[in-house]
């Protein structure tokens, strides 16, 4: 498991910057780690779409007894029939099979993703069919691990600044911006802690 080399840095440098999130950094112990594992990440990403983090749990635990393990080979063997008796919608089974032939025939460079900014990893990311701004962030957060992903369309983060923040539920744009530009270079980390303060276990993708 890989872990962000910049976390100590950034624990610093928002515990200066805003007096709520360092209490929160205070509070919950750990940081954000990796698999190092392009198509576990994606994929789990794809499960974890609009849905809650315990719904989302379910279904990948049956898909990984029913796989035996989340490989792209394990995952193209099993019929639409099996990945749907694991709870996954009929979308969702196509945007696995699209993914999962991608890996197999190497059309998803990793490597390439990794030399791209956040803004054009996004869009290169978001031409895979299944695959939206949302889930292409949650691929940057939790494998690639850098540090100033701002999932704004994430209901656990929305609800966490709302609780913490005091504001309407979901924050508008204006709030988004603001808590960007105040968490920056490091909104990763600021979203890490605001979900481990709704969610006691850590998510991890």
């Known amino acids: 498991m890989a872990k ?3 976390w100590k840095k950034a624990k610093t440098h928002l515990s200066k910057k805003d007096k709520i999130l360092r209490k929160l950094i205070i509070k919950y112990k750990g940081s954000l780690v990796s698999r ?3 198509y576990y990440s994606l994929l789990k990403s794809i499960v974890g ?3 809650s983090v315990a719904a989302a749990n379910s279904v990948w635990k049956k898909l990984e007894k029913k796989a035996n393990k989340i490989r792209p080979l394990k995952i193209s063997k099993l019929s639409k029939r099996q990945l749907s008796s694991c709870g996954l919608s009929r979308q969702k089974i196509e945007y696995i099979k699209i993914i999962t032939k991608k890996f197999i025939d190497k059309s998803i460079s ?3 993703l990794k030399q791209l900014s956040d803004e054009d990893a996004i869009k290169y990311l978001t031409t895979i069919k299944g695959v939206g701004k ?5 691929f940057l957060f939790f494998n690639q ?3 100033n992903i701002f999932p704004v369309q ?3 983060l929305l609800r966490a600044i709302s609780i913490h ?3 309407k539920y979901p924050p508008n744009s204006s709030q988004l911006n603001y808590f960007r530009n105040k968490w920056s270079p490091y909104c990763t980390v600021a979203t890490w802690y605001l979900w481990r303060s709704i969610d006691p276990v850590p998510v991890k993708y």
Do not use: F, N, S
């Open 110 to 112: 990793v490597r390439k």
């Open 134 to 138: 949302w889930t292409a962030e949650m």
């Open 49 to 51: 779409q609009q849905i």
């Open 154 to 156: 994430d209901i656990g």
């Open 36 to 38: 190092d594992d392009a």
């Open 165 to 167: 923040y005091k504001t």
């Open 145 to 147: 691990l850098r540090p």
């Open 4 to 6: 962000p080399l910049y």
